[in-house]
């Protein structure tokens, strides 16, 4: 249970430190882990970018404080990370539905937000199929952005939206979906929406190539509609998977889904037997 007990050991570091300043970075490098995967992990498990959860737990506790103590509001929002009165009026408002100074009327009402506990629950054994398997490095054709952790879940639907109005899709179909932090010590990470490269075929404007080196990559089918079957297999990844895994190690700062071709598929990619993989380079300890 290493990657629980990681996980664990991550939001009471976040809790003891709650009000000095603290970044992903800080907590992963605690609970040695890379910041890369630890963000992905801590998102799977918990429900909450790491971003997110430190913000809200600060939220939460500055609203007890405004009630409990006669407190400044300028020194509660440099206590908690805010620069000034109005970045910290404008975050409490949004968390809450009501202003600092309204917080401290009789009778208001204000959300809390407890701090998370892990439980391991015990349901017999389980079966996820995955494989061991060597790749050499290959080459892909594909449009890139940057997208920040916190943000991505949101952001990469809506990337691959605007590729296929825009019609970026005749000359990338997007079999390849590619998550790349090289230093898996970002805020951010590159995505690139991809197909293999054809050397014979000139490269589009405002496309780029990028080779994938060779890895030993764990692979992980997922059968069914999307995006349901490809999100039910990253949660299980880092839920069941990842705390049992012993023989092996993240290798790398990569992260691919691979997808069939919906034309295969009565229904496409909401078929019920719509094919789509995702890639994680391993590494034996």
């Known amino acids: 249970m290493e990657w629980m007990k990681a996980v664990g050991d991550a939001i009471d570091y976040i809790e003891t430190h709650i009000t000095e300043e603290l970044s992903t970075e800080a907590v992963a490098r605690h609970v040695c882990i890379s910041p890369f995967y630890f963000q992905k992990g801590f998102g799977m498990l918990c429900g909450y970018t790491v971003s997110e959860y430190i913000r809200n737990r600060r939220l ?19 206590r908690y990370g805010y620069d000034s009165p109005d970045s910290f009026t404008k975050a409490f408002t949004r968390f809450h539905g009501i202003t600092p100074s309204m917080a401290r009327k009789e009778g208001v009402t204000l959300k809390s937000f407890a701090p998370l506990k892990l439980t391991i629950s015990l349901k017999g054994g389980y079966l996820m199929d995955y494989r061991i398997t060597k790749k050499e490095s290959f080459t892909v054709l594909g449009v890139s952005r940057i997208f920040n952790y916190e943000n991505a879940r949101q952001d990469i639907p809506a990337f691959w939206k605007e590729h296929y109005a825009q019609e970026k899709c005749r000359y990338v ?59 039910d297999v990253n949660t299980r990844i880092f839920s069941e998977w990842l705390p049992a895994l012993k023989e092996y190690k993240f290798a ?26 995702i890639w994680i380079p391993v590494a034996r300890k």
């Not at 500055?62 to 409990?68: F, I, K, S, V, Y």
């Not at 179909?173 to 490269?197: K, T, V």
């Not at 034309?263 to 990619?269: A, M």
């Open 60 to 78: 939460a506790l500055a609203g007890g404080e405004l009630t409990a103590s006669d407190v400044k509001i300028i020194d509660l929002a440099l």
């Open 173 to 231: 179909e997007g079999r390849f979906g590619i998550n790349i932090d090289s230093s898996m010590g970002n805020e951010s990470f590159s995505y690139l929406i991809a197909d293999l490269y054809d050397p014979a075929t000139d490269i589009p404007k405002g496309f780029e190539v990028t080779t994938i080196p060779a890895f030993t990559w764990a692979v992980f089918p997922c059968i069914g509609p999307l995006p349901d079957a490809l999100q």
């Open 252 to 277: 790398a700062g990569y992260c691919i889904e691979m997808y069939d071709q919906p034309e295969k598929y009565p229904k496409g990619t909401s078929d019920e037997n719509y094919r789509t993989e």
